[in-house]
């Protein structure tokens, strides 16, 4: 029995595609931390994807990276010492991500990390210790990217290492079909307008403590969207919220249309149909490579470098002139350029796990 644990939004994704062929080769304990527990953060994703329902959800949300950390750490234990799985599965950097890994290396119970190898190069992403500490604990490494496994050969973290290509893309090319052809009236944003046609907007997200805790950054983010010749969505996470609304009060931008967050199948539909992409999310900046679409990425340091060539992904500081500059920037698109995998990771991840617990 393999236990999965999963907690924010992006994890839900890749869960939902790994889960599918997890479950039919090998019995699996889902597990909720709680972290993202929105209805729009976490019920949306289980719903939308038919995700089966978490076995267990512990509720852990909110406080410091610390309390939440430890909280979960304990809770986690004790599920574990209960359900006594075989291994334990973890995706991403979240503190969900360490606190699993934490728990069940303790217990001696192997734990298999998904997006192993990722590196941002710098502690002052409070995910890069999580996505450090999480490889160090694990008895199996998946990178996604051949970029991921150079990183771990520097960490000589080799050994039981195996390149299978992005679930988030295996995520991408299943739900794709599906995503385009909602009907447009799903979205409406918070003045209750339907999304633009396809083609004739920007997409938009940012939710990352490092533009978001200081609100001139932010704001130069904003007028850059400001600056733009077609509207922008913008569905707001929700520890950002009350920023977004006290700018927003101040500054009273006209070209923006703020949203609650969407679902996964609405979001990689913006995406696809968006003319540019600017965002600071991981997943968004990989699904606009997926889609072809020109990505501009609000952040001083590089978390895919498999995405950033020929312009299509850029790094922009949050200065409004520096990103219009970055968006004004031709993009060439080489369409046989597929470091992500062929959609097929989640088969590899099930069958490396099964020789390995064989
Ligand atoms: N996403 C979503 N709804 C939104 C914004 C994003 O479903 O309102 C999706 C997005 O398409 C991607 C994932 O959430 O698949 C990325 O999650 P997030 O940005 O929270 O985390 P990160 O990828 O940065 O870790």
Redesign the pocket.
């Known amino acids: 029995m393999v236990m999965t644990v999963v907690g924010?939004?992006?994890q839900f994704?890749k869960a939902a595609a790994l889960s599918r062929v997890l479950r039919q080769e090998r019995g699996e304990v889902l597990v909720h931390t709680g972290q993202h527990h929105d209805a729009?953060m976490s019920e949306v994703?289980f719903e939308e994807l038919a995700i089966p329902r978490p076995d267990h959800n512990l509720g852990i949300a909110g406080g410091s990276h610390a309390q939440m950390t430890a909280r979960m750490l304990v809770a986690l234990e004790e599920l574990m010492q209960d359900i006594k799985p075989a291994l334990v599965l973890v995706y991403?950097?979240?503190n969900s991500t360490l606190a699993a890994a934490l728990a069940a290396v303790k217990l001696g119970i192997p734990v298999a990390h998904v997006e192993a190898g990722n590196r941002v190069g710098t502690l002052q992403n409070p995910?890069e210790v999580n996505r450090i500490l999480t490889d160090h604990a694990a008895s199996l490494r998946f990178a996604c990217v051949p970029s991921a496994m150079e990183e771990l050969k520097k960490e000589n973290l080799l050994r039981n290492a195996y390149l299978v290509g992005d679930p988030?893309y295996d995520?991408f090319l299943y739900y794709r079909e599906l995503a385009l052809g909602r009907p447009v009236r799903d979205l409406l944003d918070f003045e209750g307008r339907p999304i633009p046609l396809p083609g004739q907007f920007y997409y938009m997200?940012c939710?990352?403590q490092e533009n978001t805790d200081d609100p001139d950054k932010l704001h130069q983010i904003l007028l850059a969207m400001e600056a733009l010749d077609a509207p922008v969505i913008y569905?707001v996470?929700p520890r950002n919220r009350q920023d977004v609304a006290r700018l927003m009060a101040r500054h009273g931008y006209r070209n923006i249309r703020f949203?609650q967050?969407?679902?996964?199948l609405?979001?990689?539909r913006l995406?696809s149909q968006a003319q540019q992409v600017v965002?600071?999310?991981?997943?968004?900046q990989r699904?606009a490579f997926f889609a072809g679409v020109q990505c501009v990425t609000i952040l001083d340091f590089v978390c895919w470098p498999e995405t950033m060539v020929d312009n299509r992904n850029q790094l922009s500081p949050p200065e409004r002139d520096s990103i219009l500059a970055r968006l004004a920037a031709p993009m060439r698109l080489d369409p046989d350029l597929k470091p992500f995998g062929d959609g097929r990771s989640c088969e590899r991840i099930t069958r490396h796990i099964n020789q390995f617990l064989n």
């Open positions: 924010a939004r992006p994704i729009n994703f991403g950097d979240t995910e988030m995520a997200t939710h990352r569905p996470h949203a967050p969407v679902g996964y609405t979001s990689i995406v965002t600071d999310s991981g997943g968004v699904e």
